[in-house]
């Protein structure tokens, strides 16, 4: 909350429209976000194309039974669906930081996760 005090003072609004915009925009966050933030689209391509839901699942089991939103006790994985990430020709599609993982389908998650886990030592 000190940061958005200070957001405020510096561009002479109220607190309470940082906090708004804060709060809005999902790319903002008022908690500390895992090492690793993993983004499952849940846009009309990837729903339709491969059920991101039984994938967002499937994520959800992987790490321990976390759900969206939330973050692993270790911190290193969090775990969001968002709208749309731009990339429907990939559908469904999940991106974990910089990464980008296309056609993504149940049976590929622990391999994903594993993955990701392996640069992590690297």
Same mark, same amino acid.
């Given at each position: 909350? @000190? ?8 561009? @002479? ?7 708004? #915009? =804060? ?19 849940? &846009?009309? =391509? ?11 699942? =499937? ?5 321990? &039974?976390?759900?969206? &939103? ?27 930081? @910089? ?16 993955? #990701?886990?392996? @640069?992590?030592?690297?």
């Amino acid at each position: 909350m @000190d940061v958005m005090r200070a957001v405020a003072a510096y561009l @002479d609004v109220p607190e309470s429209r940082v906090y708004s #915009v =804060a709060t809005f925009y999902k790319a903002l966050s008022l908690v500390p976000l895992g090492k690793n933030v993993i983004k499952m689209c849940d &846009g009309t =391509a990837c729903h339709i194309r491969g059920g991101s839901p039984e994938i967002l699942k =499937a994520f959800e089991k992987e790490l321990g &039974g976390i759900s969206n &939103g939330e973050t692993t006790e270790d911190g290193l994985f969090t775990l969001q669906t968002v709208n749309c990430l731009g990339a429907c020709a990939l559908a469904p599609v999940v991106t974990i930081n @910089d990464r980008v993982f296309g056609k993504v389908r149940v049976k590929d998650v622990p391999g994903i996760i594993q993955e #990701v886990l392996e @640069d992590e030592t690297e």
